[in-house]
């Protein structure tokens, strides 16, 4: 015998209608079912410790306005290149 539920659309087993089984009967069943699916989850991860997770408590550059990728360069970042003349007043053009 299989009941149906009220608005007729997903029929309930008979264990539900005997009143084991039911969703939202026993809370203590779905928080466990909660931290089983959570469990699970953690489960299949990652078994190991990226490389950005060793870095995070590292000063990336400890060189005052280079850049993050660019610290163990000597050169600056993105440096201000202009040509030559006499409004820019450049070595050649200062005497």
């Known amino acids: 015998m299989?009941?149906?539920s009220v608005n007729a659309t997903?029929?309930?087993t008979k264990s539900?209608?005997?009143g084991q089984g039911c969703i939202g009967d026993d809370d203590e069943?779905?928080?466990l079912m909660d931290s089983e699916t959570n469990r699970r989850q953690l489960a299949r991860g990652?078994?190991?410790i990226g490389y950005d997770a060793l870095k995070k408590n590292n000063v990336p550059c400890n060189?005052?306005?280079r850049s993050y990728y660019d610290c163990k360069k000597?050169?600056?970042n993105n440096p201000y290149r202009r040509g030559c003349s006499a409004i820019t007043h450049c070595y050649r053009y200062a005497k």
């Open 2 to 4: 299989v009941a149906t």
């Open 46 to 48: 990652r078994r190991y």
């Open 29 to 31: 069943l779905e928080s």
């Open 74 to 76: 000597r050169r600056r």
């Open 10 to 12: 997903y029929p309930l």
């Open 63 to 65: 060189r005052r306005g």
């Open 16 to 18: 539900c209608i005997n």
